[in-house]
């Protein structure tokens, strides 16, 4: 069993200091950009990834990109910087096979860490050297499974949080928090790097959630094997988070998508405190939520359906009925 470890700022920026000079030429990341109906030049994560990219020194640079274009039908993606990998999935199978291929991409290829981006997410000029630093400070430690940086949407952090017992996000870590969290904590996927080997241990990402709730039930599944998230604290990206936008960014196809996911997640790893969680949670969205975010009348007749579907039906009924959702869309 692994054994969780405490790294205080001082001891980290140390660490930083007497590891990293002679590790950080070794440190191998393999990262990818999950791009829908975006071309690769007009890609935020793209862009601002390369800018990073022309911050390091040669000495520095041990990192390969993939990109992984899950728009429908397959687009033309132009030209693209030299020694950029390009994969085309025009079946569009989500997030969780696409960041599962380049697992298996980073494995055969014997990297350490493997990052994941959105296509929206803008990295600081300053990410790539930041990030490789800190993960080659905590390399020679197997516990931290996972780093995370401070993550910003409409001026609001949305990533990492502590989770309580019952599945909920709780406060954000303190501000400049460099370290590992000694408990549960959660990140979203994009600009979260994982260890290739963690990863690996836990049966990389569940593919029936393959968009919502993939990365909290990655991060659920590595602590359950005693991995910790390392929380980056000296590290900001912003991200586009389409949930606090209902009206123009999440319609309601997409927002059933995302009740039946939650409803799911809920199902299968929350215990009854959980379970009554969600239940508390739909309903502040019906009084509350859907108007804050600019939900329209379908959104409201979607809260309600996955309301009554949590009081009167069992939970043997919620997921048979998610697994025909899950068989629907392989079929697909």
Same mark, same amino acid.
């Given at each position: 069993? &692994?054994? *969780? !470890?405490?790294?205080?700022?001082?001891?980290?920026?140390?660490?930083? #200091?007497?590891?990293?000079?002679?590790?950080?030429?070794?440190?191998?990341?393999?990262?990818?950009?999950?791009?829908?109906? $975006?071309?690769?030049?007009?890609?935020?994560?793209?862009?601002?990834?390369?800018?990073?990219?022309?911050?390091?020194?040669?000495?520095?640079?041990?990192?390969?990109?993939?990109?992984?274009?899950?728009? =429908?039908?397959?687009?033309?993606?132009?030209?693209?910087?030299?020694? $950029?990998?390009?994969?085309?999935?025009?079946?569009?199978?989500?997030?969780?096979?696409?960041?599962?291929?380049?697992?298996?991409?980073?494995?055969?290829?014997?990297?350490?860490?493997?990052?994941?981006?959105?296509?929206?997410?803008?990295?600081?000029?300053?990410?790539?050297?930041?990030?490789?630093?800190?993960?080659?400070?905590?390399?020679?430690? =197997?516990?931290?499974?996972? !780093?995370?940086?401070?993550?910003? @949407?409409?001026?609001?952090?949305?990533?990492?949080?502590?989770?309580?017992?019952?599945?909920?996000?709780?406060?954000?870590?303190?501000?400049?928090?460099?370290? =590992?969290?000694?408990?549960?904590?959660?990140?979203?996927?994009?600009?979260?790097?994982?260890?290739?080997?963690?990863?690996?241990?836990?049966?990389?990402?569940?593919?029936? #959630?393959?968009?919502?709730?993939?990365?909290?039930? %990655?991060?659920? *599944?590595?602590?359950?094997?005693?991995?910790? &998230?390392?929380?980056?604290?000296?590290?900001?990206?912003?991200?586009? %988070?389409?949930?606090?936008?209902?009206?123009?960014?999440?319609? =309601?196809?997409?927002? *059933?998508?995302?009740?039946?996911?939650?409803?799911?997640?809920?199902?299968?790893?929350?215990?009854?405190?959980?379970?009554?969680?969600?239940?508390?949670?739909?309903?502040?969205?019906?009084?509350?939520?859907?108007?804050?975010?600019?939900? @329209?009348?379908?959104?409201?007749? &979607?809260?309600?359906?996955?309301?009554?579907?949590?009081? #009167?039906?069992?939970?043997?009924?919620? %997921? *048979?009925?998610?697994?025909?959702?899950?068989?629907?869309?392989?079929?697909?």
């Amino acid at each position: 069993m &692994l054994r *969780r !470890i405490r790294i205080t700022p001082r001891t980290y920026k140390l660490l930083q #200091f007497d590891q990293a000079n002679s590790i950080f030429g070794t440190i191998k990341l393999f990262a990818v950009i999950v791009l829908y109906k $975006v071309r690769p030049s007009e890609s935020v994560a793209l862009n601002t990834f390369n800018a990073a990219m022309s911050s390091l020194a040669q000495s520095q640079v041990n990192v390969k990109l993939l990109l992984y274009d899950n728009t =429908p039908g397959g687009q033309d993606p132009g030209e693209l910087p030299s020694g $950029v990998l390009y994969t085309s999935d025009i079946r569009n199978g989500g997030l969780a096979k696409a960041y599962n291929h380049a697992l298996k991409l980073a494995h055969e290829e014997g990297f350490d860490w493997l990052l994941t981006l959105d296509q929206d997410t803008s990295l600081p000029t300053d990410f790539l050297s930041k990030l490789i630093r800190t993960a080659a400070s905590v390399l020679p430690s =197997p516990s931290v499974g996972a !780093i995370a940086p401070v993550a910003t @949407s409409d001026g609001r952090i949305v990533s990492p949080k502590v989770i309580l017992r019952a599945g909920t996000l709780g406060k954000s870590f303190p501000d400049g928090f460099i370290g =590992p969290s000694l408990k549960r904590a959660h990140a979203i996927n994009s600009a979260s790097t994982i260890r290739v080997s963690a990863l690996e241990a836990i049966g990389g990402y569940d593919p029936r #959630f393959n968009l919502w709730f993939s990365d909290i039930l %990655m991060y659920n *599944r590595l602590y359950r094997y005693n991995y910790c &998230l390392f929380v980056a604290g000296d590290i900001h990206v912003k991200h586009e %988070m389409s949930g606090f936008d209902l009206k123009t960014r999440s319609t =309601p196809q997409r927002y *059933r998508d995302i009740l039946q996911t939650e409803e799911a997640f809920y199902d299968e790893e929350m215990d009854g405190v959980g379970k009554l969680i969600v239940l508390l949670k739909l309903i502040y969205r019906l009084v509350y939520g859907l108007h804050h975010t600019g939900g @329209s009348l379908p959104h409201f007749k &979607l809260a309600l359906k996955f309301l009554c579907r949590r009081i #009167f039906y069992s939970r043997r009924h919620r %997921m *048979r009925n998610w697994e025909q959702v899950v068989r629907q869309r392989e079929a697909m």
